[in-house]
């Protein structure tokens, strides 16, 4: 992917900085987006329309085109749904689905002008399950796979490719912060999924390359894609599950 221009959120850590990492090593120009500083990045809100359009206009007068777009950046928000806060749902949808709106808007409307282009949501397990105390963020993942699922439909035929990755639980800053608010400890991950492991962001990164490389995926438009160890495959109880390790 030499000299494409991708565009990855939430790039200054875990899932986000990996996945810019993978894709400057296969020849991509990055352009980071995050709170935080990243390095050849901008800073913004995902969810600020004013910040989203000083970055595509970035993109734009810097390279005057983008070939690749990782909606990534995501927060997550641990409680039972009776105890959610309007402020809590909001904001998370604000981060998980509008902010994915704003920037497939901008940047899908570059890519169709020059006929070709490729987004990669990156979704959850959580988005093709439900997974409970997290309503807001399994609302907004499920409904970022509609999103990409339509977007497939109205831009395929225009040279526009839309993706999501679902990956399992991951090894990240996010997960750190999981279990230091006493949800979960290791062993409940690692006893569900059929890979006895984590995933690491690397496992999430490949999967993001290859959907967002045209050579090795250009026929692969509107799929849902678990990197999840087979999580959502297993319908297995947890005796029968483990017996098989």
């Known amino acids: 992917m030499t000299d494409r221009v991708a565009v990855v959120t939430g790039a200054a850590q875990g899932m986000g900085r990996r996945i810019a990492e993978v894709l400057r090593g296969e020849g991509c120009v990055v352009v980071g987006f995050d709170l935080q500083d990243t390095d050849g ?9 004013a910040d989203v359009a000083r970055l595509a206009e970035h993109v734009h007068e810097r390279h005057g085109r983008v070939d690749v777009l990782v909606n990534n950046a995501g927060i997550a928000g641990i409680v039972p749904f009776e105890d959610t806060s309007l ?92 279990q230091a608010g006493g949800h979960y400890v290791d062993q409940d991950i690692t006893d569900h999924v059929p890979a006895g492991r984590f995933a690491v962001p690397d496992d ?42």
Request: net charge neutral; aromatic share 6%; glycine share 14%.
């Open 41 to 49: 990045g901008v800073a913004g809100d995902v969810a600020d329309a």
């Open 87 to 178: 402020e809590l749902w909001q904001r998370v949808m604000e981060v998980n689905l509008t902010g994915p709106f704003l920037l497939s808007q901008a940047f899908g409307r570059m890519m169709l002008a020059k006929g070709a282009g490729s987004i990669v949501n990156i979704a959850s397990v959580a988005g093709l399950t439900g997974v409970a105390d997290r309503a807001a963020y399994n609302t907004t993942k499920h409904g970022l796979i509609g999103m990409t699922r339509t977007l497939a439909v109205e831009w395929g035929g225009r040279g526009v490719r839309v993706n999501a990755v679902c990956p399992g639980w991951v090894k990240t800053e996010m997960d750190v912060e999981s």
């Open 204 to 245: 999430i990164a490949q999967a993001v390359a290859f959907l967002a490389d045209p050579e090795r995926s250009g026929f692969v438009n509107g799929v849902a894609l678990p990197v999840d160890g087979g999580w959502t495959a297993d319908g297995s109880w947890q005796s029968l599950r483990l017996s098989k390790r």
